[in-house]
């Protein structure tokens, strides 16, 4: 593409700055707008710059993206009514042996839900059950929020609906759904270990050693339960003492100091006694009315539970149904059928099978992010129409052919290092096209090969440092608000972890990435 005029050119770039610098850096002190906001005015300022006409910017936006979005968001809410991922989070804790058994487990749930629900629902909905078992067992947070976040961004790379990116990759290259996941999936299961080991040996010191204490804290409650348990018959005992020494004193004869019988302690004694015989009948009465007070409790909560099942039974139904068209519409995007379409109509399904006003529901999905793709599309195209991501990649090409290990990982560094400065999505909307056009001319294999590239660093560089993806930060702030006690992961502590992670991983997926 031939570069535009001198005055396009700017205005473009300004238009791109300020919705990059929005996008980034959504609480910028000169505009604390928002990145949805941010999104919108960087369209507007293209428009108003006349680098894109109105029907041009609404040409840009990619509605089969959208719907998908849409669709996928929609099944996600619904799957989260079902209390799917309430199980997952039960699933991490059951059975644990110990602290790195529970990373690991950590990698695994947040790797397979990304994949099948993208990453940032898995992140939002694991975030806290982590936070809160981490808390439990006595265990630093860090290194299993930094196995939940960097898995969900491993594990979403292997499908379309994993991300954002995936899904504009997809639609882009007209790769189907199963020719994508096969094509990724080696190398995200490798990932995904190699990023647990990393882990583990990043932090196995700090892992073994609160599982010590942990350790010893067990003892100490088993100790406690013990002694506690040893003191309950000796109570009993003294009690059963009691009685027996009252039920003495009311037999015995009283007698005065020099031995001789008084009646009227005998008769005191024995009126003592009979008011104890009394008491005693009052008690026994008492404890026959608490029994039946307790079974009349209980045949009200049978006859309560008889009168609730039919509930119970109607929302395991439901459930099952729920769970049935999820998996009708993971298979129908094996098939190659149309994805947007095909997740519209799984959303679809699911409001007519809860039979109720689905506001609800739709209510939550989140529209600001659908609105900030449709002003990322009109930014993004308006700065492709001034010519200069042409003239970048016109002079990267000749580096980053993907005939040869060089140019695959020249290729890679570019992805990697425009991931984190533009964000991964707007460095897929910039390259795809470029990227996918360059090694198609090699061959259409290698054209394949490029695009599932372009969607395994673009993914991955999201673990490079806490602001390369979103779902980093929605971690970060879900466990910052977490109740009641909260935790801070800091910048410099994901950074620590994610630059060798990021490096180590992307290295080894792309020998896996299949053409």
């Not at 994949?115 to 299993?144: G, M, W, Y």
């Not at 993907?402 to 390259?431: K, Q, R």
């Not at 490029?450 to 602001?467: H, M």
Request: with cysteine.
């Amino acid at each position: 593409m031939a570069m535009a005029s001198m005055e396009r050119m700017i205005l473009g770039s300004i238009a791109f700055a300020i919705f990059w610098i929005l996008a980034v850096f959504p609480a910028v002190p000169f505009m604390p707008i928002g990145r949805t906001a941010g999104s919108l005015l960087g369209a507007n300022l293209i428009v108003i710059f006349r680098v894109l006409t109105p029907d041009e910017a609404y040409a840009a936006i990619d509605l089969p993206i959208l719907g998908l979005l849409f669709g996928t968001m929609v099944v996600s809410i619904y799957l989260e009514r079902t209390d799917m991922f309430k199980y997952l989070g039960k699933l991490l804790s059951w059975k644990s042996r110990g602290a790195k058994d529970l990373l690991c487990r950590i990698c695994l749930v947040s790797a397979i839900s990304s994949a099948f629900f993208t990453n940032d629902t898995s992140c939002v909905v694991l975030t806290e059950f982590v936070l809160k078992i981490a808390r439990q067992q006595n265990l630093p947070p860090h290194p299993f929020l930094l196995a939940l976040a960097s898995s969900a961004n491993i594990g979403s790379s292997a499908t379309p609906i994993g991300n954002p990116q995936n899904l504009f990759i997809a639609i882009l290259s007209k790769i189907t759904f199963g020719r994508f996941l096969f094509g990724i999936f080696p190398a995200m299961f490798v990932g995904v270990i190699v990023n647990a080991v990393l882990l583990l040996c990043m932090y196995w010191n700090v892992l073994s050693v609160q599982k010590d204490v942990e350790n010893a804290e067990v003892e100490l409650v088993l100790d406690e339960e013990v002694v506690s348990h040893r003191f309950a018959p000796a109570t009993m005992t003294h009690v059963n003492s009691l009685h027996s020494q009252d039920q003495f004193s009311g037999n015995e004869i009283m007698k005065d100091p020099n031995g001789v019988f008084d009646s009227s302690r005998n008769f005191n004694a024995s009126t003592e006694a009979a008011n104890d015989h009394g008491s005693l009948q009052m008690r026994d009465k008492n404890v026959s009315l608490t029994t039946v007070d307790e079974s009349e409790d209980q045949n009200f909560t049978s006859c309560e539970e008889k009168q609730n099942f039919p509930e119970k039974w109607r929302r395991l139904s439901w459930k099952i149904c729920v769970y049935l068209v999820t998996i009708g519409m993971l298979i129908s995007l094996l098939m190659g059928l149309n994805m947007s379409w095909t997740a519209i109509t799984a959303a679809l399904a699911l409001v007519v099978i809860d039979f109720k006003d689905a506001r609800e529901c739709l209510e939550k999905v989140s529209y600001s992010l659908l609105i900030f793709f449709c002003g990322m599309f009109i930014t993004v195209d308006g700065f492709n129409r001034t010519g200069i991501p042409s003239a970048f990649w016109d002079f990267m090409e000749p580096y980053a052919k993907i005939d040869h290990a060089g140019g695959v990982a020249v290729l890679a560094v570019v992805i990697l290092v425009l991931s984190n400065l533009a964000s991964n999505v707007p460095t897929v909307l910039l390259l795809g096209v470029r990227v996918g056009a360059s090694a198609g001319a090699i061959s259409a294999a290698s054209e394949k090969k490029a695009w599932l590239i372009l969607a395994w660093v673009s993914t991955v560089a999201g673990n490079l440092s806490l602001l390369g993806s979103a779902a980093n930060l929605i971690v970060c702030e879900q466990a910052r608000r977490a109740q009641p006690s909260g935790y801070n992961l800091s910048f410099w502590t994901h950074l620590k972890f994610g630059v060798p992670s990021t490096i180590i991983v992307i290295a080894i997926g792309l020998t896996l990435i299949g053409d």
